[in-house]
């Protein structure tokens, strides 16, 4: 007689809860000061293994023209052909494709960034800031990422020389995401496989 066993299984899928999470970016204006923006419609996936964190997946996709820096001419310059080119390319993508523990709750995530139609490797500096249950029964968890990129290995090329030296707009861009994730219901109770 034999006997099935059930293994617990170790991983989850999450949905990036867009009210309490951010993706924004800072950049350098004029050499002497920092411009902030932040995407206002983008959403993302984890797939989290608890057993073997290595094993986790991150998916992140953001809509190219919902770019806002509390500047409306700026804005529009950036949704053209100069920076982002949002008609051709709508949308920008990060997908994961190794995660390496780096410290407690520390992790060093590879993916693969497209903008403007160009796709590098990035690596962020990700936290894992906890998990709790909400008032309403749900699981959540709490992620911090930092990267930076040199937005010329994306074609985004366009700036303007000032007279007494630098450029008006910075190349590096610093990336900054904070995540709030929702367990899928579906999966809170079956735990079995």
């Known amino acids: ?113 497209a903008i403007a139609g160009v796709t590098r490797p990035v690596r962020l500096e990700v936290e894992a800031l906890g998990r709790a249950r909400d008032p309403w029964g749900s699981e959540r968890a709490g992620f911090s990422g930092r990267t930076s990129i040199d937005r010329r290995d994306f074609g985004l090329v366009w700036n303007q020389a000032l007279e007494t030296g630098g450029v008006v707009v910075g190349e590096k861009v610093e990336i900054a995401i904070e995540v709030e994730a929702v367990r899928r219901a579906e999966q809170v109770s079956s735990q079995a496989a």
């Open 1 to 113: 007689m034999s006997t099935n066993t059930c293994t617990p299984r170790t991983s989850s899928t999450w949905d990036v809860d867009p009210a309490h999470s951010s993706l924004g970016f800072t950049v350098r204006h004029l050499v002497i000061s920092k411009v902030h923006g932040r995407f206002v419609r983008w959403a993302g996936t984890l797939l989290i293994d608890d057993a073997q964190p290595e094993r986790s997946r991150v998916q992140v996709r953001a809509e190219a023209a919902s770019i806002d820096t509390h500047e409306p001419q700026r804005d529009a310059h950036l949704r053209s052909a100069d920076f982002l080119d949002t008609e051709r390319h709508p949308a920008i993508t990060f997908t994961s494709t190794h995660i390496e523990k780096a410290g407690d709750q520390r992790y060093q995530v590879t993916g693969d960034l």
